[in-house]
C-alpha cells in the first residue's frame, strides 16, 4: 500500500510521460507514412484516436485489478483508486469514440453524398455498437456507485460490478466486432496496431512510445483524483 | 521536485519557440505542417502545466493536513 502511495508522489513516471507525448506529437506528424489511398494522411490517426483505446484498455484493467484488492483486502484507498481509474478509462474511451467519429466521416463515408446520407451505413458498424456497449456498461459502474449510500455495501457491490463490468469488454469489444464484417480494421487478422504486416517499422517506432505517453497522462489524472479524494475522506472523518 | 518541474517549463517552452521562431522558412515548409506541430505543442503544454499546478496544489494540502 505504502508503494502505490508512494509511486503517485514520484514524479520520473510524470516527465517520462510529457516527453513521450511531445515525441509522439512531433514525430507522429512528421515521419514519414505508407501511402494509402483511402486514408492519406490520416493514418496517422493511430498514435492519437488508437492510443485513446488502449490507454482504456489499460486503465480499465487496473481498475478491476484494484476492485479485485479491495475485495481481498477491504483497504478503501483500493475502492477510490478503483472508481477513479474507471472515470479516467471511461475519459479516454469517449476521447477515442469522438476522435473515431471524425476519422470515419473523412475515410469510410461516402465522398460525393453528405455525410450525415452515409450515417445508416456507418452506423451498424460492428466496433462503433461493441465500443458504445463497453462505454454504457462502465457508466453503469459510475451510476450504480453514486445510487449507494452505504459506504462499505457501496465498496463492494461497485468492486464485483467492476469485475462485471470487465469481463463484458471482451466480448463487446474483443470477440464480436472480430466475427462480423467491418470497414474497421482490426477483423479476423487480429489486431491490425500490433500486426507487424499492416503497420510499418516507421510507424511502430512512434505507436508504442504513444501508447505509453497517453497512459502515463492518463494514470497522473487518475493519481491527481484519488490523491484529492484520500483528502476529501480524511477531512471528513476528521 | 521544484527543480524538476523548472526543468519541464523550461524544455517546454524551449520546444515552443523552436517551433515558433525557426532559422530558416521551415514553417513554410511541408505544408505548414509545422504549424500544425506548433498549435498541438501548445495545447499539450497546457494541458500539462494544469496537471502540473493541479499536482503542486495537491501535494501542498496533503502536508498541511
Avoid at chain 1, 463515408?109 to 450525415?116: E, R
Avoid at chain 1, 458498424?125 to 453503469?140: F, N, Q, W
Avoid at chain 1, 466475427?179 to 510499418?200: C, Q, T, V
Avoid at chain 2, 499539450?44 to 496537471?51: D, E, K, Q, S, T
Wanted: charged residues 15%; contains cysteine.
Amino acid at each position: 500500500m505504502t508503494a502505490t502511495i508512494f509511486f503517485m508522489h514520484r514524479s520520473w513516471w510524470k516527465i517520462l510521460g510529457v516527453l513521450l507525448l511531445v515525441y509522439t506529437f512531433v514525430m507522429g506528424l512528421l515521419i514519414e507514412v505508407p501511402q494509402n489511398v483511402q486514408l492519406e494522411e490520416t493514418i496517422r490517426n493511430l498514435f492519437f484516436h488508437v492510443c485513446m483505446w488502449f490507454g482504456m484498455m489499460i486503465l480499465f484493467t487496473v481498475s478491476v485489478i484494484r476492485a479485485i484488492l479491495y475485495l481481498s483486502t477491504g483497504n478503501p484507498v483500493h475502492d477510490i483508486a478503483s472508481r477513479q481509474y474507471a472515470g479516467v478509462g471511461i475519459l479516454f474511451g469517449l476521447l477515442g469514440y469522438a476522435t473515431g467519429a471524425i476519422w470515419m466521416s473523412y475515410t469510410w463515408a461516402d465522398p460525393n453524398k453528405p455525410i450525415y446520407e452515409s450515417f445508416a451505413s456507418l452506423a451498424r458498424e460492428p466496433k462503433l455498437i461493441g465500443a458504445a456497449i463497453a462505454l454504457l456498461v462502465y457508466a453503469a459502474y459510475l451510476v450504480l456507485r453514486d445510487s449507494i449510500n452505504d459506504m462499505d455495501k457501496k465498496a463492494r457491490i461497485s468492486a464485483v460490478y467492476n469485475i462485471f463490468a470487465f469481463a463484458m469488454l471482451f466480448p463487446s469489444i474483443w470477440i464480436i466486432p472480430r466475427l462480423l464484417d467491418s470497414l474497421h480494421p482490426g477483423g479476423s487478422e487480429g489486431n491490425p496496431a500490433l500486426n507487424f504486416r499492416d503497420a510499418s517499422p516507421n510507424m511502430r517506432m512512434v505507436f508504442y512510445p504513444a501508447i505509453a505517453g497517453w497512459t502515463l497522462i492518463g494514470i497522473w489524472i487518475a493519481t491527481l483524483k484519488i490523491r484529492l479524494k484520500i483528502l476529501h475522506e480524511q477531512k471528513l472523518s476528521q | 521536485m521544484r527543480r524538476v518541474i523548472f526543468i519541464l517549463y523550461f524544455l517546454l517552452f524551449t520546444l515552443m519557440v523552436n517551433a515558433k521562431e525557426p532559422t530558416g522558412n521551415i514553417m513554410r515548409d511541408n505544408g505548414k505542417i509545422y504549424v500544425v506541430v506548433a498549435v498541438m505543442l501548445t495545447i499539450l503544454a497546457g494541458l500539462v502545466l494544469y496537471l502540473v499546478r493541479l499536482d503542486r496544489k495537491i501535494s501542498k494540502l496533503e502536508k498541511n493536513k
